[in-house]
């Protein structure tokens, strides 16, 4: 498959990305049972017939409709890793402020326990952090 703009073949049949020969084999019989229908004169009926025929060609061999999946969804497979990527730099980024936070938390406290002394800051933190828990 070229890398040049694809046709999309799952349109032209009308069909989703996930049907079975059969169903690709019908959509083919169904579609092209209309086409014929139409004026063979006419220059969209070849047009159309063609792009029918291209169509069925490739999605009913299974090789050929591998290869067509991997170039026609090539696009949508990077943006959905570059989506997963991006979800994971937020959850680690997240994390890491959560541990940010927790040391900042931990360190505040034992300055005030290095400060006040024991008593005094245990009682603070419980009537602050009590509330919040």
Do not use: C, H, W
């Amino acid at each position: 498959m070229s890398d040049a703009k694809l046709m999309d073949y799952y349109a032209v049949l009308n069909l989703p990305p996930k049907a079975d020969l059969s169903g690709i084999e019908t959509a083919y019989a169904r579609l092209s049972d209309d086409l014929m229908k139409q004026s063979e004169d006419d220059e969209t009926y070849r047009q159309a017939m063609q792009r029918l025929n291209e169509a069925y060609a490739v999605l009913s061999k299974p090789e050929l409709r591998r290869e067509y999946d991997r170039a026609f969804f090539r696009g949508e497979l990077e943006r959905l890793e570059r989506e997963a990527r991006a979800v994971r730099r937020r959850r680690n980024m997240a994390s890491n402020l959560l541990v940010a936070g927790l040391g900042l938390v931990v360190a505040v406290q034992a300055g005030a326990l290095l400060y006040l002394g024991g008593d005094a800051v245990t009682g603070l933190f419980n009537a602050v952090f009590g509330v919040l828990l």
